[in-house]
């Protein structure tokens, strides 16, 4: 195993699973598939089998009959082949369509609907004789041979278990009339492809899951390459950083010029800054303007002084509105009184700031 399989420890991410499924990446087991179409197969015979062995006597009995008497011409003779073949679709068509139905189901069960353009896309590495020499014998091949010798000594077991106590019965049907034999023999099979149907189906499903697992260790990554895929997809790190404290800058830039509006500044006096504004004719309570702790709070009072907007210190209403009020925000009941109180005191020294609460009284 090569060093970067071991440095693969993360698990794949969702853009990683849709890449590989474009490539036609999926994890799919062959045995399932072919279990799903011989348990269809099976089906249909059990639940066909005698209108499927009607239809095969009457075309065995036509072919008899036109060959005891050939037909006279060249057009006779296409006359009776179009029509056996007609026949034969009849017959053959329901059995061979529900085991292409099976075998398509199964193979939609494991992988969904997919249609990779990139599978069939030219790859000239394909032609380097090397590379399919090494593909040959690869240690994958290797393990799918075995596997399918190892299933095949299994099934042949099975097969065995279930005739080795009937060679009596089957050397007997070599004595008695072909109709009962023919019976007896389907009777036989259908047990025999039962107990083989059965003893793949668990089969199967354990390579379904051997399927998964090595595919979810394939699509495995490195750390590196889980970083890489967030910075394609994300922007890089320090990029998104630098737009974020912009972003932030430009933010605060406006909150500290929606100041210049406020009716007052209320302070700890160096610690907080809350800047508040009350317009009756807007709204029913003061709404905060602008926020902020030291630098911040420094930048909302030097913006009060050179606008001319009244400081006042009141260190726990200072520190209440800061932690409880939101920017754009109107204050909250329980704060009225002491809101209303600095306003209030606000107003006294700057008559000129009440004129919007004279005007709506």
């Known amino acids: 195993m090569s060093e970067d399989q071991f440095a693969r420890t993360e698990p794949a991410t969702a853009?990683?699973?849709e890449e590989a499924r474009k490539q036609g990446q999926i994890a799919r087991s062959r045995d399932l598939q072919a279990v799903g179409v011989l348990a269809a197969a099976f089906l249909g015979f059990a639940a066909g089998g005698v209108s499927l062995r009607d239809g095969m006597l009457a075309l065995a009995q036509n072919a008899f009959?036109?060959?005891?008497?050939?037909?006279?011409?060249?057009?006779?003779y296409q006359a009776v082949l179009v029509g056996s073949?007609?026949?034969?679709?009849?017959?053959?068509?329901?059995?061979?369509?529900l085991t292409l139905l099976a075998g398509a189901g199964a193979s939609l069960a494991q992988s969904g609907f997919l249609f990779s353009p990139a599978v069939l896309r030219f790859r000239p590495e394909r032609l380097d004789p090397f590379?399919?020499?090494?593909?040959?014998f690869s240690a994958d091949r290797w393990f799918e041979v075995g596997k399918g010798?190892?299933?095949?000594?299994?099934?042949?077991?099975?097969?065995?278990?279930?005739?080795?106590?009937?060679?009596?019965?089957?050397?007997?049907?070599?004595?008695?009339?072909?109709?009962?034999?023919?019976?007896?023999?389907?009777?036989?099979a259908a047990v025999l492809a039962?107990?083989?149907?059965?003893?793949?189906?668990?089969?199967?499903a354990l390579d379904f899951a051997f399927q998964r697992f090595r595919h979810e260790k394939q699509l495995r990554m490195t750390k590196q390459e889980v970083k890489e895929e967030q910075r394609q997809q994300e922007g890089d790190p320090a990029a998104?950083?630098?737009?974020?404290?912009?972003?932030?800058e430009l933010s605060r830039?406006?909150?500290?010029?929606?100041?210049?509006?406020?009716?007052?500044?209320?302070?700890?006096?160096t610690h907080y800054a809350v800047a508040l504004r009350y317009d009756p004719d807007e709204a029913a309570a003061p709404e905060v303007l602008a926020k902020g702790k030291d630098r911040v709070a420094a930048r909302i009072r030097e913006a009060a002084l050179a606008h001319g907007v009244p400081l006042v210190e009141d260190a726990p209403l200072a520190r209440l509105l800061h932690k409880s009020c939101e920017v754009g925000r109107q204050i909250p009941e329980n704060l009225f009184q002491a809101v209303a109180e600095v306003l209030a005191y606000v107003y006294r020294l700057d008559p000129g700031r009440a004129r919007r609460w004279r005007a709506s009284a």
């Open 15 to 17: 853009h990683r699973r």
């Open 149 to 188: 010798l190892l299933t095949i000594a299994f099934v042949i077991g099975v097969v065995w278990g279930c005739v080795h106590d009937h060679v009596p019965l089957w050397v007997e049907l070599l004595r008695v009339p072909a109709a009962e034999s023919a019976w007896v023999a389907a009777r036989e």
């Open 131 to 136: 590379a399919g020499l090494r593909r040959v």
């Open 65 to 76: 009959t036109g060959a005891a008497h050939p037909p006279g011409s060249l057009t006779d």
């Open 240 to 248: 998104r950083g630098r737009h974020r404290a912009r972003h932030r």
């Open 194 to 204: 039962a107990a083989v149907l059965g003893a793949l189906v668990p089969l199967a």
């Open 253 to 269: 830039s406006r909150m500290i010029a929606a100041v210049a509006a406020a009716d007052v500044v209320v302070t700890n006096p």
């Open 85 to 97: 073949g007609a026949a034969a679709l009849r017959v053959l068509l329901p059995f061979f369509g």
